[in-house]
């Protein structure tokens, strides 16, 4: 599709125009009910060309609510935003197991981000640039005067030369308080430059935030009899084992770790989502952390004790509930509100406890009854949709084609059948 160069910087209404004319001429045109869908209402449009460049419509992906998670001796209602039908069924499954069981404890997540700064030709000068220390200090936190005003700004240095590239590389943590913290410490990165120049000796490369995320460290844990986990006909020891043993096969084989992994981060990254927080982010930080050894392995940990099942979770969780997307869009602000506006780190934290209920409902299901079952009485829902079932229909459509053939051939022909006259 060829775009005129007026497009980005067309009102968003008119870019829209632009577009569909343009999918027209080029000979796929867009469907009514695809545009309808994502021009409205007008203040999401509003709000999508303020966030993004060369905007022409807002997706509404669904929230639900996980209910019935006790993190911390608190009861807690988790926003979710997802596309994945039975993520939020698992995670509030999971929650009602591990609620008889005390709850989810959590720990760590400092309100730390760090930003790179790199500069070619100072490999040589890593003890020079340590020892500015008191001057890079102020000249960070100059850079973020309002940052410092609310309690935050610099926290530690380190420099480290990459010998390969004949580079020095400078790390500084900056508090970022409830903020994510990407903008403040990019910021930050960019002012020392000049300092850094004339100190090292060389010149900076580039400067940005690390993704890797280290002080967002927090931790999940469980203890659950292992009398609640029986399911499909086996009873709760040998479902405890075959978790543990799940968890064994995960760590011994990354193809196998990344999918178990991909289940945490189902969790973590929808409530990310839900309070408008940057889910590659959080992606890229669990990921590292899983091949932090030089082999990638499960990020949580499962054992057996004293006839309980012990389940632990540990993984970076940069979240802010405060700035960025979050400050300036109300679906993130609802999100937060449903949470009751916890600070950034109580956010990572509950976070954890959903990535790590996410986990255990996604291995109970898989070493019992498999997890098709589950997911084919949602997907019949949709298929029912698909085939015209609206209202009421679509629950009695999918409830008809659940027990049989799960397709949308019998999804029309149980839609046609209830809808038949004289029925
Ligand atoms: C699906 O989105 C997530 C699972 O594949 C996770 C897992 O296999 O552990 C079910």
Redesign the pocket.
Known sequence: MTLPERFRYAAVAERRDLLRAAAAAGGHPLGDAEWAATGQPAEALELADLMVESAVGALAVPVGIAAGFLIDGREIAVPMATE?PS?IAAATHAARLVRGGGGFTTGGGLPLATVQIFVDGAAGAASRVTAAEPRIREWVDAAVPALVARGGGYRGLRVRALPAGGMLKVEVDLDCRDAMGANKVNTAGEALRPLLERIGGGEVLMSIVTNASRHHLCTARFSCPEGRLARAGRGGAEMAERVVRANAVAAEDPDRAI??N??IM?GIAAVALATGNDTRAVEAAAHLHAGRSGSYGPLSTYRREDGRLAGELAVPIPLGSAGGAVSVHPGARFGLQVLGNPGARALARIACAVGLAQ?LA??T??VGEG?QRGHLRLHARRLAFQAGARGAEVERVAARIAAGRVDEAAAAAALADLRRPGR
């Open positions: 994945e993520v999918t178990h991909k289940g189902n986990n996604a291995l299901a898989l997890i």
